[in-house]
């Protein structure tokens, strides 16, 4: 029976040993670095954050293209109407009967043995 006590002691003594070698292993920490590791994470972090830069300045620059054209696009449309009027206004010259009225109207010239009067357009009558 001695014997058997001492077996299963032993036994015993060896289950506790490797439970704390195992124990010991899973939490140990490793105290050498894989450097490999580090640098190509460190690279991945650099790459990321150049891009990431450029991808600000790009969106940046295209921002201010737009607004350029949006700008570019509303001068277009104020010398689009502008040519517009201007073209209106030339068909209108190319008339005798507006140049004649032009002239009466602006510069008082009448046709012959014509009297121009001028009478107050703004004229107002109380009652």
């Known amino acids: 029976m ?3 006590r001492n077996t ?4 015993n003594n060896k289950v506790v040993h490797l439970y704390e070698e195992a124990t010991q292993q899973a939490v140990k ?3 050498t670095l894989n450097w490999r590791k580090v640098t190509a994470l460190l690279a991945g972090i650099l790459l990321i954050g150049l891009s ?5 300045q790009t969106l940046q620059a295209s921002q201010e293209n737009q607004a350029a054209y949006e700008a570019a696009r509303a ?3 104020v010398a689009v109407e502008k040519n517009r009027k201007t073209q209106e206004e030339y068909q209108r010259v190319q008339s005798p009967d507006y140049l004649a009225e032009i002239a009466r109207r602006d510069y008082y010239y009448s046709k012959p043995n014509e009297i121009i009067f001028e009478i107050g357009e703004n004229i107002t009558h109380n009652e």
Not at 8 to 11: C, G, I
Not at 52 to 56: N, P, R, S, V
């Open 2 to 4: 001695g014997n058997n």
């Open 8 to 11: 299963q002691a032993k036994q």
């Open 29 to 31: 920490i490793p105290r």
């Open 52 to 56: 990431g830069g450029q991808l600000l």
């Open 75 to 77: 001068s277009h449309q």
